[in-house]
C-alpha cells in the first residue's frame, strides 16, 4: 500500500525517505534490544558491547545500532567475507576470524541473509526468494577458549593461543540448526552453556530483523523498500559530503607511537596521511611499524572502525551511520603491518590499545584541518588492569578512565573514557563484597590536566589492595609519552603504575603478596591555548576545588 | 491569558445515574468532594470531584508555585459553587524538586564520604555522556569538590571495620557551620551493609548543625556507591526547597479551610507533607507519574496484555507501560544525566509534540523537531507571528483541525498562516502542495513516535500488537488512530479528561511508599530468619509513613540474579521467605523477560517493602446531550485521501453512543482524528474506545 506521495522524479520522495530511514534504524535498534536482553555476557549484557545491522543484497551497510565504536567499520568485511561463500536463503553464517571479516576472536558475528518471500502469494509454489539484503550482529562473547579464561591473554604471541578462530561458517543451514557445527563451537569454549545463550540471542536478533523486513515489505511494497535502501545511503552520503567539503583541501600528517608491545619497551611507530580533496578524505598508514610479536597488531578493520570514529566526531555526529556515511572515507595500510598484520599474527590488543593510538593520531592530523573541532590530546589509553588469583579461583579485569583532551571553548571533561571505549566501571561495593580485593582509593588526580586557555581533564587515581596471591596484569600506555597539548596548551600528565609506591612500567605482568597495593594514576587531557589567557574565575574555581594546588603538587 | 479563555477552559460533566460504570473500572464512588492540582510547565490544572461530578479547570503556573494552586482551587470552587472549606481531600503534584535539579538552584549542599572516595560523586561510572559529541560535558555535580569532605572511617560488606573518631566529625560539623552549608549528604561505603558509621556521623550532624542531614542508608540502602551517593545528594539538594513550598501550602491551604496536601510522588503513590519534606528525593517527576496513573484509573486492561499511555503536548511526547492496573516502575531513572534510584514511574520521552517543527535537512529528508515553537510564537495557525510549519500546522492544512476549533481556548485558527507555512516547506522539499507537505509532517512525526512505541514495549519484552494504546495530552488523540495503524494496535482509549489527566490522577492514586535494602547473599545459603527480620524492618518503616496503617496492604519483593550477573529483577515474595520459592519465581521471571532459565546458583540481592493505602476512586459520570454534530469538514487520511468529515462535540456525545469514522471530536483540551477505517464508542464516564473496523489496514 504505497502513498501517492511517492511522486517526485528522482523516485523515493523526501517524506518517504524520512519515514524509511526511522524504520530501517527501528529494525537495527530492536536487533540490538533483542540481543541484549538474551545474552549472557556481561560484556553484552551490561557493556552493550554489541552491535547489529543491516545490509542490503551488495553488502552495503543501510543501518547500524552500533553501541561501542570499535564495531563502526568492522561490519561490512564480515558481510564481504560471507557473500564469498554462496549464502543461501535459510542460511546463518557465523565467524570470528580476524583475518577472514573479523575483528578479534571474542567478537563473534551472524550473518544472515534475508530473503522473504516473494510479492505475489498466488505464485507460491515456485521457490521464489531472492536474497534482499543480511542481517548482521557482533557481540564480545564472555570466552571464546585460548590459553586463559576471557580470551584476551596478555602473552599471546600467535591468533592460536587466543582461541577458537571461526572462518565464515554455516550455523544454520536450510533454516536448520547444525548441531555438528554447533557442538564444535561450544566444545572449545569454557562454559559452553553460556555461549549458547549468547549464540541464540544473537540468532534471535537476525530473525528479528528479517521479519521486521518482511513487515515493512507489506506497508511499502518491496520495491519502495529497495528505492529505500539506495536512497537512505545517498542521503548519508550527501550529507557526509557536505561536511567533507567544509574542510579545507590538502594532506595533513601525524604519528605517534605505542610504548612497547609488552615484549620489548621499543616505541612502535603509527604514522598517518589524510588528504582531504574535495569530497573525499583518504586516509593512509603508510610508514606504520611492521607486525609485532606481541599482541597489538591490529586488522584493518580495527583501524578503519577507528578512523570512522574520528570522522564521525569532527564531522556531524547525526548523520546515520551506514554505507554512505562512509563513502567519502577511503582507508589504507600496508600489508603486514600493525594495523593490516598478516595470520597467525596475535591481535587481541589491537583493539584495546592500539585503536587509541590510531584515533590520537587521526584526530592531530584533522586538528590542522579543523581546529576549532579537535581537542586536545585525550589519555589515549585504557589502562587495562587484570587481577588473577594464582590458584585460578578468579579473574577481575578492569579499565580505568582519564583525562579528556581540552577543547577550543571548554575544559577537558574530567575521569572518563575516551576514544574507541565507553563502558562502565565496577562499583567499588561490588569488587570488594565478590573479590578477595580492596578499593583504597578512587579520586580525581590534582594537576594532571594540561594547562591552558582551557584546561585538560584530570586523570583519575585508583588503588587497589590485592589480599590473595595473585598475578596483576597492567597493559597501559602514555607513561612515557604525554597526550598532548595544543595552540599553545601544555601537555597532560603521564599516568604512572605503581606496586607497594614502587614505579613499574607500562606493561607489566608480576606475581604478588597478600597485601600489595597496585596503584594506576590516569594521564590527564592536554590543555589547549596559551595558559595565561584562562579565565580568572575558571582557574580560582579549580583551586577551590583542589584541582589545581599552588606548588602543583597534590594536595 | 485572559478571563475568556480561562473560563472556555472550565469543563464540567455532570450526571445523576448510579449505573455502573463500564469501562472505567472505577469502584463505588465516593461522596467527598475532592480536589487534585498538577502544577504544569504552562498550566496549573485541577480536576474537582464533587458529588457526582467531576469539574476541570486550567490556571497559568505562577513563578511561586503555591500561587497559582490556590487560584486554580479558588476557581474550580467559584464555578462549582462550593466554598474551599467544603474540600474533604486535596492531592498535589508539582515541579519545585525538578525545576530545582535542571536549574541547579537547589541548596548550598555538603557531601561527606569514606576518606579515598569523595570524588566518585563526580567521577559517576567514568562513562561520557556521549560517544560522538567532542563537545559533551557530563553532568555538574551538585555538589562540588570543595564541599566534599572525607572522614577516617571503614566499613566493608562484612561490618565496621574502623570505627568513627566523633571528635573528627564535630570538627567537620564546624567547617560545615563555617561555609554555611544549607544542608548534608552523608554517604560511607558499604553504609546499605553496615549503616553504623554513617548514623553516627548522622547523629552528630544533626545535633552540632541546624540544617537537613540525609544519610544513605536512610535515602536508599541499596548497593552500588555512585548511585546511592547520587540519590542521597538529590535528596539533600532539594530537600530545604521542598520544605519550604510544602511548608508554605499546608499553611495556607489551612488557611483557606483546606486540607494539607498530599504530595504525588514519583513512585505513582501520594504521601503526606511531612513524609516528603523528611524524603524530598521522591518528589522529582511526580506530574508525568499521576499522569500515568490517571490513565490506569480511566481504562479497563482486563483483555489486553497491558496500556501503552501516549501524552502527546506541545514539545515532547510521554510513552510509558501500564500492565494489570499498574504503572510500571523503574529503579534506573535519571534526571539530567543525574541517578536518581529510587523507584519511579518508569516515562520515555520523544522530541515530538505539536510545536515541533518541520524543516528540511541537508540530506534532503524532511524531518520534524527536536526544535519547536514552544508556547511563544507558537505554531503559525496561531496568529502570534510565528511562520515555521509545525505539526499542529499540518494537523490543520489535514483539515483535523478546523478554523473553529478550540487551541487552549483562547485563540481562533489562523487557517491561511498554517497553509502559507506549509507551502513554504513543500517548495523547499520539492513536494506538490501544502497538503502534501502536511501529509509528510504527519506521516513523519508519526514514524518518530512509532519508533519510539516499537522501542520502549520491545526492549521491555513485550510485543505492541497485544497493547491498548491510551491517548492524552492535547494532541495524543489526533495521531493515536494512525500510530495504531502502524503499530498494528487494534485498540485505541481516549480518556474523557484527558487534557488534565494528571490532575485527574491525583484524585485516582493510592497512597505509596517504599523501602528496600541490600543484603546480598546466596539464596541456599539465605537465612530466612535473619531475612524476615530485615523485612520487619522495611514493613515497620513503610507503615510508619502511612495515614492508616491498618487500612494498608504490605507487598514485599526481592531483587535477585544469577550468580555472576550485575542485573537484578525484582520477583513478589511471600509472607514468610521460602527460598525455594523464590527461586522458582525468580527462575520463571528470569525466562519471561529474558527468554530462558539457567541451572545456575541464584543470589538475593536487595529486600523490598511497599505499603498501599487504596484511594477512594473518583466518579466520573457522564451524560451528554444535545445534538453533538457541528458540521462537517473536508480532511485527508492516510491511504485514502480526501474524505467529508463529521465533526462532533465530543461533550455532547451521550454514553452508548458510536462515532463512525471519519469523524473529528472537539473539545476545549483536545481533538480526537477517527479515521475512515475506525469506530469509537462512547462508554458511561465518557471514555471513547476506538476500534478498527476492518481487519486489514
Request: glycine share 10%; with cysteine; hydrophobic share 40%.
Amino acid at each position: 500500500m504505497s502513498e501517492s506521495t511517492d511522486a517526485t522524479d528522482d523516485g523515493i520522495d523526501p517524506v518517504t525517505l524520512e519515514v524509511l530511514r526511522n524504520q530501517l534504524e527501528g529494525v537495527a535498534e530492536e536487533m540490538g534490544q533483542t540481543l541484549i536482553r538474551g545474552a549472557y555476557s556481561p560484556n553484552i549484557k551490561e557493556r552493550r558491547d554489541c552491535s547489529t545491522a543491516l545490509f542490503d543484497a551488495d553488502g552495503r551497510m543501510i543501518a547500524q545500532a552500533e553501541h561501542i565504536p570499535v564495531h563502526l567499520g568492522a561490519m561490512p568485511q564480515a558481510v564481504d567475507a560471507v557473500r564469498e561463500r554462496d549464502p543461501e536463503p535459510g542460511d546463518v553464517f557465523v565467524l570470528n576470524d580476524p583475518f577472514a571479516g573479523g575483528t578479534h576472536l571474542p567478537d563473534v558475528t551472524m550473518v544472515s541473509p534475508i530473503a522473504p518471500a516473494a510479492e505475489s502469494p498466488e505464485e507460491d509454489g515456485l521457490e521464489d526468494r531472492s536474497i534482499v539484503g543480511y542481517a548482521v550482529s557482533r557481540a564480545h562473547h564472555a570466552d571464546v577458549g585460548g590459553m586463559v579464561p576471557g580470551s584476551m591473554p596478555a602473552g599471546a604471541r600467535e591468533i592460536y593461543q587466543e582461541g577458537l578462530r571461526i572462518p565464515p561458517t554455516r550455523l544454520v543451514a536450510d533454516g536448520e540448526i547444525r548441531e555438528d557445527v554447533r557442538s564444535l563451537v561450544l566444545a572449545n569454549v569454557r562454559n559452553p552453556r553460556e555461549r549458547r545463550a549468547d549464540l541464540r540471542a544473537q540468532l534471535a536478533a537476525n530473525d528479528r530483523a528479517a521479519d521486521r523486513l518482511a513487515d515493512l515489505f507489506d506497508e511499502h511494497g518491496r520495491e519502495t523498500v529497495l528505492e529505500g535502501f539506495d536512497a537512505v545511503i545517498d542521503y548519508s552520503a550527501e550529507r557526509m559530503r557536505e561536511q567533507v567539503r567544509a574542510l579545507p583541501d590538502g594532506t595533513y600528517e601525524a604519528s605517534d607511537v605505542l610504548e612497547g608491545d609488552g615484549i620489548t619497551d621499543e616505541d612502535v611507530e603509527i604514522s598517518v596521511a589524510v588528504t582531504v580533496d574535495g569530497e573525499a578524505i583518504a586516509v593512509d598508514f603508510a610508514g606504520t611499524a611492521a607486525q609485532l610479536e606481541g599482541n597489538l597488531n591490529a586488522p584493518l578493520a580495527v583501524a578503519t572502525s577507528a578512523v570512522y570514529f574520528v570522522v564521525r566526531c569532527v564531522t556531524d555526529p547525526e548523520i546515520p551511520p551506514n554505507e554512505g556515511c562512509y563513502e567519502p572515507v577511503s582507508v589504507r595500510a600496508p600489508e603486514g603491518s600493525l594495523l593490516n598484520p598478516e595470520a597467525p599474527a596475535a591481535v587481541v590488543g589491537g583493539n584495546v590499545e592500539t585503536s587509541q593510538r590510531v584515533t590520537d593520531v587521526v584526530f592531530a592530523a584533522l586538528a590542522e584541518a579543523a581546529p576549532d573541532r579537535v581537542p586536545a590530546g585525550s589519555q589515549g589509553t585504557m589502562n587495562n588492569l587484570t587481577v588473577g588469583a594464582r590458584d585460578g579461583s578468579f579473574t577481575y579485569y578492569e579499565t580505568i578512565g582519564g583525562g579528556f583532551g581540552a577543547r577550543a571553548e571548554r575544559d577537558g571533561m574530567d575521569g572518563v573514557q575516551v576514544g574507541m571505549t565507553n563502558t562502565l566501571n565496577t562499583p567499588v561495593e561490588s569488587i570488594e563484597t565478590e573479590y578477595p580485593l580492596r578499593v583504597e582509593r578512587y579520586a580525581l588526580r590534582p594537576d594532571s590536566g594540561g594547562r591552558g586557555r582551557q584546561r585538560g581533564g584530570l586523570g583519575l587515581e585508583r588503588a587497589l589492595t590485592v589480599e590473595t596471591e595473585a598475578t596483576v596484569s597492567l597493559l597501559t600506555e602514555r607513561r612515557r609519552h604525554a597526550p598532548g597539548g595544543v595552540a599553545g596548551g601544555e601537555d597532560g600528565a603521564r599516568g604512572e603504575n605503581l606496586i607497594d609506591g614502587e614505579s613499574v612500567p607500562a606493561k607489566t605482568t608480576v606475581d604478588v603478596e597478600p597485601g600489595t597495593t597496585v596503584t594506576v594514576r590516569t594521564p590527564g587531557g592536554g590543555g589547549h591555548g596559551d595558559p595565561d589567557e584562562r579565565d580568572a574565575d575558571a582557574l580560582e574555581a579549580d583551586r577551590a576545588d583542589g584541582k589545581l594546588t599552588e606548588d602543583g603538587a597534590d594536595e | 491569558m485572559n478571563d475568556a479563555h480561562d473560563t472556555s477552559e472550565r469543563r464540567t460533566v455532570s450526571a445523576n445515574t448510579t449505573a455502573a460504570v463500564t469501562d472505567g473500572g472505577a469502584p463505588a464512588a465516593s461522596s467527598e468532594t475532592r480536589i487534585g492540582v498538577d502544577v504544569g510547565g504552562t498550566f496549573t490544572d485541577v480536576a474537582l470531584s464533587v458529588d457526582d461530578d467531576l469539574v476541570t479547570a486550567k490556571v497559568p503556573t505562577t513563578p511561586d508555585q503555591h500561587v497559582g494552586v490556590l487560584e486554580g482551587i479558588a476557581k474550580a470552587c467559584d464555578e462549582t459553587g462550593i466554598d474551599p472549606s467544603e474540600i474533604d481531600a486535596f492531592a498535589h503534584a508539582m515541579t519545585v524538586s525538578v525545576n530545582a535539579l535542571l536549574e541547579r538552584g537547589g541548596a548550598k549542599t555538603a557531601l561527606v564520604t569514606t576518606a579515598g572516595f569523595r570524588d566518585v560523586l563526580e567521577i559517576g561510572r567514568q562513562d561520557r555522556p556521549d560517544l560522538y559529541d567532542l563537545e559533551a560535558e557530563k553532568p555538574v555535580p551538585l555538589v562540588p569538590r570543595r564541599r566534599r569532605f572525607e572522614i577516617d572511617e571503614r566499613t566493608t560488606a562484612e561490618g565496621v571495620e574502623r570505627p568513627v573518631d566523633p571528635e573528627e566529625v564535630r570538627e567537620l560539623a564546624a567547617t560545615l557551620r563555617e561555609r554555611d552549608v544549607e544542608s548534608v549528604a552523608i554517604c560511607l561505603l558499604h553504609a546499605y551493609a553496615d549503616p553504623e558509621n554513617e548514623r553516627r556521623v548522622a547523629e552528630i550532624l544533626r545535633e552540632e548543625l541546624e540544617v537537613p542531614v540525609s544519610a544513605s542508608h536512610e535515602v536508599l540502602a541499596e548497593f552500588r556507591e555512585f548511585e546511592r551517593t547520587s540519590t542521597t545528594a538529590v535528596d539533600a539538594y532539594v530537600r530545604p526547597a521542598i520544605d519550604r513550598y510544602v511548608g508554605r501550602l499546608v499553611d495556607e491551604a489551612a488557611d483557606a479551610g483546606i486540607p494539607a496536601p498530599r504530595i504525588m510522588q514519583a513512585n505513582g503513590g501520594i504521601a503526606d507533607p511531612e513524609t516528603v519534606r523528611e524524603r524530598a528525593v521522591t518528589t522529582t517527576l511526580s506530574g508525568p507519574a499521576a499522569g500515568v496513573v490517571g490513565a490506569a484509573a480511566t481504562v479497563d486492561d482486563a483483555d489486553v496484555e497491558g496500556l501503552v499511555t501516549f501524552d502527546m503536548g506541545g514539545t515532547s511526547s510521554d510513552v510509558s507501560l501500564v500492565r494489570d492496573g499498574e504503572a510500571e516502575r523503574t529503579t534506573d531513572a535519571e534526571i539530567d544525566g543525574l541517578p536518581i534510584r529510587t523507584p519511579m514511574v518508569d516515562v520515555d520521552t520523544v522530541g515530538a509534540g505539536g510545536g515541533s517543527i518541520a524543516w528540511v535537512d541537508a540530506g534532503g529528508a524532511l524531518r520534524v523537531g527536536p526544535r519547536s515553537a514552544g508556547a511563544e510564537p507558537g505554531p503559525a495557525c496561531y496568529g502570534n507571528g510565528g511562520a515555521e510549519p509545525t505539526v499542529t500546522d499540518a494537523n490543520v492544512v489535514l483539515g483535523y483541525i478546523g478554523p473553529d476549533t478550540a487551541l487552549g481556548g483562547e485563540m481562533t485558527v489562523d487557517v491561511d498562516a498554517a497553509r502559507e507555512a506549509l507551502a513554504a516547506l513543500a517548495d523547499e522539499a520539492g513536494l506538490e502542495s501544502a497538503l502534501e507537505a502536511a501529509r509528510g509532517v504527519y506521516r513523519v512525526a508519526n514514524a518518530t513516535m512509532t519508533r519510539t512505541i516499537r522501542s520502549v514495549t520491545v526492549e521491555r519484552g513485550h510485543d505492541p500488537r497485544e497493547f491498548a494504546l491510551v491517548a492524552f495530552g492535547g494532541a495524543g488523540p489526533m495521531h493515536a488512530a494512525a500510530l495504531a495503524d502502524s503499530l498494528e494496535v487494534d485498540r485505541v482509549v481516549v480518556p474523557r479528561p484527558g487534557g488534565v489527566l494528571s490532575a485527574f490522577g491525583l484524585l485516582a492514586a493510592d497512597e505509596g511508599y517504599d523501602a528496600a535494602r541490600t543484603v546480598r547473599t546466596a539464596l541456599d545459603e539465605a537465612e530466612p530468619d535473619r531475612l524476615e527480620g530485615v523485612y520487619d524492618e522495611l514493613v515497620a518503616d513503610v507503615l510508619a509513613d502511612a495515614t492508616d496503617p491498618d487500612a494498608a496492604t504490605v507487598d514485599r519483593a526481592a531483587d535477585c540474579r544469577y550468580a555472576g550477573q550485575s542485573f537484578e529483577l525484582t520477583v513478589p515474595v511471600a509472607d514468610s521467605f521460602d527460598p525455594s520459592a523464590v527461586g522458582e519465581r525468580f527462575h520463571d521471571a528470569h525466562e519471561r523477560t529474558y527468554g530462558y532459565r539457567m541451572d545456575e546458583a541464584v543470589e538475593v540481592v536487595t529486600l523490598r517493602a511497599s505499603a498501599t493505602v487504596a484511594g477512594a476512586s473518583p466518579t466520573v459520570r457522564h451524560e451528554g446531550g444535545g445534538d453533538p454534530r457541528i458540521g462537517t469538514r473536508e480532511a485527508h487520511f492516510p491511504d485514502v485521501g480526501a474524505a467529508e468529515t463529521a465533526v462532533y462535540d465530543r461533550d455532547r456525545l451521550e454514553p452508548g453512543a458510536t462515532v463512525r469514522g471519519p469523524a473529528v471530536l472537539e473539545q476545549a483540551e483536545s481533538t480526537t482524528v477517527v479515521p475512515p477505517a475506525w469506530e469509537g464508542d462512547v462508554h458511561e464516564d465518557g471514555t471513547l474506545a476506538m476500534t478498527r473496523t476492518e481487519a486489514d489496514r
